[in-house]
T-cell receptor, first 112, second 114 residues
Framework: EAQVTQNPRYLITVTGKKLTVTCSQN?????MSWYRQDPGLGLRQIYY???????DKGDVPEGYKVSRKEKRNFPLILESPSPNQTSLYFC???????????FGSGTRLTVV | GDSVTQMEGPVTLSEEAFLTINCTYT??????LFWYVQYPGEGLQLLLK???ADDKGSNKGFEATYRKETTSFHLEKGSVQVSDSAVYFC?????????????WGLGTSLAVNP
C-alpha cells in the first residue's frame, strides 16, 4: 500500500530535549515536505526537499532541521524544542503538483 | 501573494441535505486545485483535484469544478451522510522553483446530524 509513515503519533516532551520525528514514504517520490497545523493559522510549510541531499526552508523553518540522506526518509529534527512548537505535524510527499500529495497520519507534539 | 479563502464554519446539516463549501483563490500562475478532508483524529486525505480550467474533480459523491473566470473551486455534494462529518480544506499548488508548496485555506468544519 502506498503510504507515508510518521512516527511517533503522539509525543510529550520537555523544553530543550532534542527529538526527531521520522517520516518514510514507499512511493519513490522525489519531493517531500513538512507542515505544521495550528488552530486559526492553518497548515504552514516548515521545510521541503526536492531530492536526496536537496532541502530548503519553507515559511516557518525556525527551530527545525531536516535531512534527506535517502530518498524514502525525511526526518524532522527539533534540536531544542520550545512550547511554541507544540503543534500537529504532517509529512507529505508527491511525484508532481498535478498528482496531489500523500500525507502521513500526523504527529501531535506537546512541549512542556 | 497566492492565497486560498474558504467559507468559515462550522457548517451543520441534516443527513441527505445538499452541501456547498465555497473556495476562492488568488494565484499568479496556473495552479492545480485540491480538496482535502480530515476526519476526526486522522490525517489529511486527498478528496479530489483539478489541474486546469473547467476540469471537474469528483470522488465519493463530492464534486468541484475549476473555474478560472471566477477563481473558484467550490465543493458540492448532493446528499451528505453522517460519515461525511469532517474538516474540509481547499488548497492550491504549483511549481515555484524547486518548491511544490501547498497553499491552504483555513478549513471548514462540517457536522452532519442524523
Amino acid at each position: 500500500e502506498a503510504q507515508v509513515t510518521q512516527n511517533p503519533r503522539y509525543l510529550i516532551t520537555v523544553t530543550g530535549k532534542k527529538l526527531t520525528v521520522t517520516c518514510s514514504q514507499n512511493m519513490n517520490h522525489e519531493y517531500m515536505s513538512w507542515y505544521r497545523q495550528d488552530p486559526g493559522l492553518g497548515l504552514r510549510q516548515i521545510y521541503y526537499s526536492m531530492n536526496v541531499e536537496v532541502t530548503d526552508k519553507g515559511d516557518v523553518p525556525e527551530g527545525y532541521k531536516v535531512s534527506r540522506k535517502e530518498k524514502r526518509n525525511f526526518p524532522l529534527i527539533l534540536e531544542s524544542p520550545s512550547p511554541n512548537q507544540t503543534s500537529l505535524y504532517f509529512c507529505a510527499s508527491t511525484s508532481g503538483t498535478a498528482y496531489g500529495y500523500t500525507f502521513g497520519s500526523g504527529t501531535r507534539l506537546t512541549v512542556v | 501573494g497566492d492565497s486560498v479563502t474558504q467559507m468559515e464554519g462550522p457548517v451543520t446539516l441534516s443527513e441527505e441535505a445538499f452541501l456547498t463549501i465555497n473556495c476562492t483563490y488568488t494565484a499568479t500562475g496556473y495552479p492545480s486545485l485540491f480538496w482535502y478532508v480530515q476526519y476526526p483524529g486522522e490525517g489529511l486525505q486527498l478528496l479530489l483535484k483539478a489541474t486546469k480550467a473547467d476540469d471537474k474533480g469528483s470522488n465519493k459523491g463530492f464534486e468541484a469544478t475549476y473555474r478560472k473566470e471566477t477563481t473558484s473551486f467550490h465543493l458540492e455534494k448532493g446528499s451528505v451522510q453522517v460519515s461525511d462529518s469532517a474538516v474540509y480544506f481547499c488548497a492550491l499548488t504549483y511549481n515555484a522553483g524547486n518548491n511544490r508548496k501547498l497553499i491552504w485555506g483555513l478549513g471548514t468544519s462540517l457536522a452532519v446530524n442524523p
